[in-house]
């Protein structure tokens, strides 16, 4: 069931983000000649007009054949050569390749949406405390080395014993390291965890090495939910892109850390677990897919939507476009480079499982 909802979500978020290249590209005058789900071979396709929409073996992507994105003889001096993209303006070239990760953004935008109108776990705060109902505390994170990280507490567990954050840290700071019983619940399980505080975690004073946030279920009318919807948008939006630049940064002065990224196989049973919490955990997990998508492809990197409007704003620049043969001989190496770091990461993925 987790592999058949996660190449349902792939299929989704695929599905939008290759959209936007088409429906531009439709509206920019240029010809679109294959919207295809998948790489091939293919399974299944049929023609529309002058699209083949197909359907691929491999499921781990899609693709829109625009043409002339990767000029050749017939598509610079073609008898069809006007409807190119290569002979659009620079704006709506920029257009066409920007408009997949707009549409994965918007996509984000109106699944979080439907998070808050059905019903969302958010954290309490001052703005929505009246919407807020069956409000509980969470772990949000351990530290490294802590009582409650040897005890095996993980970010996400309830903590069911204490009904306020407050509560939990005066029972810790006050237990003068006598064991404390903590009933958590992790996933549907629940269950009694004895912890001693300890000193030195954090300072001269007990604690057990924990971070906690009050969090409560959400259901907002309509205008409010997608109002926050947007916000929320916008700030995971800002965190997935300082997360990646971080992440390139450190791998540039080589203290780069690539154990916390997930491939397909870690990314499929995130999504079985994100299903089996419910269907708004669900959607709220594929908003964060798309908006991690949306910014990937920003990425100024050959192959990439970043790295062909980087081409773009080269050529605008020079006034001269780059040598076909070039420019897909760069997109093609880093295709490749793509590809195999897919594969390497896979290949983590599957040590991790086992």
Known sequence: MTIILFLIVLAVLILVHEFGHFYAAKK????????????????????????????????????????????DDQSISGPDSSRSFIHKSRWKQVVILAAGIVMNILFAWLLFGIAFMSGMTTGVSENNSKYITDSHVIIVDTLPNSPAEKAGLVSGDEILSFSTVSAVQDVIKNSDGRPVTFQIQHLADIKDIVIIPEKGVLGDRYAVGISMDMVGKVKLPIHIAFWEGAKLTVYMS??????????????????????????PIGIARLVGDAGRLGFVYLLSFTAFISLNLAVLNLIPFPALDGGRILFVGIEAVRRKMISPKIANTINAIGFGLLILFMLFVTYRDVVKLF
């Open 28 to 71: 920019c005058g240029v010809r679109v000649d294959e919207f295809g789900l998948g790489f091939p071979p293919k399974i299944w396709s049929w023609k529309k007009g002058e699209t083949v929409y197909s359907i691929n073996v491999i499921p781990f992507g899609g693709f829109v054949k625009i043409f002339g994105e990767s000029p």
């Open 238 to 263: 800002k965190n997935i892109v300082v997360g990646i630049y971080m992440l390139i940064y450190n791998a540039i002065i080589g203290q780069g850390d690539i154990s916390q990224i997930s491939g």
